[in-house]
């Protein structure tokens, strides 16, 4: 069954490090999301990204954060200059239509800012 | 604003059937959603509804009544491995963004 994969499953930085977050969507679906889910809460949305450019953002998602699909098959999250608070773990996710019917997630990764 | 109210914990015993609540207040609603994740892990994809009424899908079954902003996942034949989080996540517009409600942790006792 085709899945979403994501590495690596746990990232630990130092604060004002940039990390990388990467993920392999389902390699038919067009729809691709970050979300990130701070441990004992409920998932957030980050961005949504969708024929090469990003269709909308939360307000987490600022400066520091850019999405980048830069082969055809990878996803990646970019944080600039990670803060304490960025830990979580972050969740990649693919859907093959716009109405996102049925999202598929990654595994995850967590990220600890120390 | 965006909201979704859920229970933050249910118990049952196994063999059971239990109903999970979300009422909603959004704009640009598309559907409502159910994921289940375990331990931390990945969400899973449980059901969809876009139109009013009943979807079943084998011990799940999830209802929707976009006039009362309200859905349920009711969950049959409670088995221990249905011991997870449960989220209703609101399709919010043509992008496909989820909006998660806080989750309901659902215990299944023997």
């Known amino acids: 069954e085709p899945e979403v994969t994501q590495t690596p499953s746990h990232q630990v930085t130092q604060m004002g490090q940039e990390v990388i977050l990467r993920c392999v969507p389902i390699?038919?679906?067009?729809?691709f999301y970050w979300y990130r889910q701070i441990l004992g809460q409920k998932v957030e949305f980050l961005v949504s990204f969708y024929n090469n450019e990003i269709s909308e953002k939360s307000e987490i998602f600022d400066d520091q954060f850019s999405v980048e699909r830069p082969d055809g098959s990878n996803f990646t999250l970019k944080i600039r200059s990670t803060k304490l608070e960025d830990s979580a773990m972050y969740f990649c996710?693919?859907?093959?239509?716009?109405?996102?019917?049925?999202?598929?997630f990654g595994q995850g990764t967590r990220l600890t800012v120390v | 604003g965006q909201s979704l109210e859920q229970p933050s914990e249910v118990t049952a015993v196994e063999g059971a059937i239990v109903q999970i609540n979300c009422t909603y207040q959004t704009s640009g609603f598309y559907g409502l959603s159910w994921y289940q994740q375990h331990d931390g892990g990945a969400p899973t994809f449980l059901s969809y509804?876009?139109?009013?009424g009943l979807e079943e899908t084998g011990r799940f079954s999830s209802f929707l009544s976009r006039s009362d902003s309200y859905g349920y996942l009711l969950l049959q034949e409670l088995q221990m491995k249905d011991s997870a989080s449960y989220f209703c996540?609101?399709?919010?517009?043509?992008?496909?963004?989820?909006?998660f409600g806080q989750g309901t942790e659902l215990s299944v006792k023997p």
């Open positions: 996710a693919s859907s093959e239509n716009s109405r996102n019917t049925e999202a598929f």
């Open positions: 390699s038919n679906h067009l729809y």
């Open positions: 996540a609101v399709v919010w517009n043509q992008g496909g963004k989820l909006i």
């Open positions: 509804n876009a139109l009013d």
